[in-house]
């Protein structure tokens, strides 16, 4: 069982920054891909950044490259993301998932509960 516990969220102004925060185990960051995914208001569900730290590919949804950097802390055991240059469209939950390398989708089989952004003025 793997489990993840997001934290991090908040309000910021457009332009701002915020370094969300996925707390795992360090078996979740040996055999699993983490990703950052985010669900807009009235949308679904998209990967927004997804890190597997056996070989270190990084990839990330088109809209958040150079903005946000995903990466990973094997000391506290969480991967992070950090959101710079945030847009109102960034608005959304924030989910981090574990799933078996080397996918990161929607089929995931661990998540967290989430943790808020909202960009606005």
């Known amino acids: 069982q793997v489990q993840l516990e997001e934290s991090g969220g908040g309000l910021v102004q457009p332009g701002g920054s915020l370094r969300l925060s996925c707390a795992t185990s360090?078996?979740?960051?040996?055999?699993?891909?983490i990703g950052w995914f985010r669900r807009a208001p009235g949308k679904g569900r998209e990967a927004v950044a997804c890190?597997?730290?056996?070989?270190?590919?990084?990839t990330y949804e088109d809209s958040v490259k150079g903005r946000f950097t995903i990466s990973e802390d094997k000391t506290n055991n969480t991967v992070n993301l950090q959101m710079d240059n945030l847009q109102v469209e960034d608005t959304g939950d924030y989910y981090c998932?574990?799933?078996?390398?080397?996918?990161?989708?929607?089929?995931?089989?661990?998540w967290g509960q989430g943790t808020p952004v909202t960009v606005s003025s």
């Open positions: 998932a574990a799933d078996t390398p080397p996918g990161c989708g929607l089929l995931s089989p661990y």
């Open positions: 890190l597997d730290s056996r070989n270190g590919r990084i």
């Open positions: 360090r078996y979740a960051l040996d055999y699993y891909t």
